[in-house]
């Protein structure tokens, strides 16, 4: 039998590194899934819905850094799988997508299921190519994987099944990928940076995930300009542990001492961070030196005085020898005492939650952080659980944090966990769930996780609606509506479907609850906690529109005849303080 084109695509994937390909077969596609069996080096996995496929492969992709497949059949099979490249793109992942496409002979004739797959994917993709020809066949795989890989995002090859089943020409199929240059910032950059440091008498430091591989480098740093370091969401895992000089989060997630450490420093090192909410970064007086290996991310959140490309870990071990030492004048004393009073203040969470009714949703990250391995993957949907997952589990040289933190898609959680323990089996991969998203997504494919025996660990804060949106729609100044939903019982719904499920309605079982789901082994377990549907997580600094917007929505409500809410809300909250 002759090598077909679906044989030689294969032989390049995994040259380049691909091990795993997420989708379901069918039509189009089923040339390239019978190749992927005869190559027997990529393991396929059959999800239930194309959408967990790719949200998996994201996380596996940005966990390991290499290429991983996803697959789609013609048509309704590949509009799946977009909401997961977009958040591919928006992370700058390497993400294969296989797209079946029309045969060759009804190209164009408006068949069933077909879609022009250059103008569909043009803002989901980084590289976008229609294979209809078995010539292309060395360009445009060694082409896509490329662009997926050096550019960081999806490259679609759409295949016509066809095409996939014809003969492939006598070639040398296989992919060579080039090693990523990180280089520092050039002399000229370097000098400037040291000039606009050395002039000023307080600096910060302000860090995102750039700073990946980077925190003795930074921490060196701010311990010679004795610089408060804060950090976004997505700079935490990286540069809060074993650092004298952390001091939070800004944002509407925000805690400690970061606002005022990027608003009274007067110069602000912004480390590899696009922090998108441009109203909690410095404006005005404050001199702004940002440093991204994108360039095309630098000023475009807050004017820059200084722009810097170059590699985060590269370019501030090549600037620690340029700088003078700088004494604390009281400025990195006072953010790391409003830092501190914080995690003071947050253990309430510990000490009264075990006796607070309906169970406090920080209280449960409290103890799940206590209790969870140092190397413990998390994983968080979209909503509060990112805020309780930012403010209350630590993260250390080993844990991680993942989520959709710039396409903020809703049910990503539960995919993620699945990725990342298929990537690193018998690590605890845990996803915390809002109930909202594992409605959407996750029960249909917890059937494979339970196929597959995997321990992926769901914690799910039930509240019975979309609590991030009543909080955004008070935030707005809104009574909340279309926020509510009726929720089953969680742990009995994974009972019947082959995992453990553990449901906690008394604060009191929460310990124990969750350490028994993560000592669980040979599946996945679904942990139920019936939380406050009324907790708030406020600001370290609360923007006037925000405090504005709550204050309209409690008068709206209590015209609306929900008073109660009103004072079920205050009620809830206050007895924290």
Request: charged share 20%; net charge negative; hydrophobic share 45%.
């Amino acid at each position: 039998m002759s090598r077909t084109v679906a044989d030689g695509l294969w032989d390049m994937l995994v040259s380049a590194g691909v091990r795993r390909c997420y989708g379901i077969v069918g039509d189009a596609l089923n040339p390239v899934i019978d190749a992927l069996r005869r190559n027997g080096q990529v393991d396929f996995v059959h999800v239930r819905n194309e959408e967990f496929g790719v949200f998996a492969a994201v996380a596996e992709a940005r966990l390991t850094g290499q290429p991983v497949v996803v697959c789609g059949t013609a048509g309704p099979g590949v509009v799946h799988l977009v909401n997961g490249m977009l958040d591919a793109r928006k992370e700058r992942v390497p993400v294969i997508v296989l797209a079946g496409d029309t045969e060759t002979g009804l190209l164009d004739s408006e068949t069933v299921e077909e879609l022009n797959p250059y103008r569909f994917f043009a803002t989901s993709a980084v590289y976008v190519a229609r294979l209809v020809n078995p010539a292309q066949l060395r360009h445009v795989v060694t082409s896509a994987v490329t662009a997926a890989v050096a550019r960081g995002g999806p490259a679609v090859v759409s295949l016509p099944g066809d095409v996939a089943a014809a003969s492939a020409p006598k070639d040398r199929y296989e992919i060579r990928l080039p090693r990523p240059v990180r280089a520092p910032a050039g002399a000229e950059d370097l000098a400037a940076m040291a000039e606009l440091i050395n002039e000023a008498g307080t600096v910060a430091v302000f860090g995102g995930y750039g700073c990946e591989g980077a925190h003795a480098e930074v921490t060196a740093l701010a311990g010679k300009l004795s610089a408060p370091v804060g950090y976004s969401l997505k700079g935490k895992q990286f540069l809060e542990h074993d650092n004298a000089n952390a001091v939070g989060m800004t944002g509407l997630l925000g805690y400690g001492g970061c606002h005022h450490a990027l608003h009274h420093a007067d110069v602000v090192l912004m480390l590899g961070t696009d922090f998108p909410f441009t109203e909690f970064l410095p404006h005005g007086k404050t001199r702004i030196i940002q440093v991204d290996h994108e360039p095309e991310r630098l000023g475009r959140r807050a004017p820059v005085d200084l722009a810097v490309a170059g590699d985060v870990r590269a370019t501030v071990d090549a600037l620690l020898p340029l700088v003078e030492p700088k004494p604390d004048g009281g400025f990195l004393a006072r953010c790391v005492e409003e830092t501190e009073r914080f995690h003071r203040k947050m253990r309430h969470y510990t000490e009264k939650g075990p006796r607070i009714r309906p169970i406090r949703p920080e209280y449960v990250a409290t103890v799940l952080s206590d209790l969870a391995d140092e190397d413990a993957l998390f994983f968080a949907d979209t909503g509060t659980p990112v805020i309780w997952a930012a403010r209350h589990i630590r993260y250390g040289p080993r844990r991680r944090l993942s989520g959709s933190f710039s396409w903020a898609s809703m049910a990503t959680a539960s995919p993620g966990a699945f990725g990342a323990q298929l990537a690193f089996p018998g690590r605890q991969t845990i996803a915390l769930c809002g109930d909202g998203g594992f409605t959407m997504l996750a029960l249909g494919d917890l059937l494979t996780e339970v196929q597959r025996r995997l321990p992926v660990v769901h914690i799910v804060l039930n509240n019975s609606g979309l609590e991030f949106v009543r909080i955004e729609q008070q935030e707005a100044g809104f009574v909340p509506y279309g926020t509510d939903f009726a929720t089953p019982d969680f742990a009995a719904v994974a009972e019947a479907m082959g995992a453990r499920g553990i449901r906690i309605e008394d604060p009191g079982e929460v310990a124990d609850g969750l350490a028994a789901a993560l000592a669980h082994t040979g599946g996945p377990v679904v942990v139920d906690v019936l939380v406050d549907p009324y907790a708030l997580a406020i600001p370290a600094r609360v923007p006037a529109r925000t405090a504005t917007g709550f204050t309209l929505s409690a008068a709206r409500q209590v015209f609306a005849g929900r008073l109660d809410d009103v004072v079920d809300t205050a009620t809830h909250n206050a007895r924290l303080v």
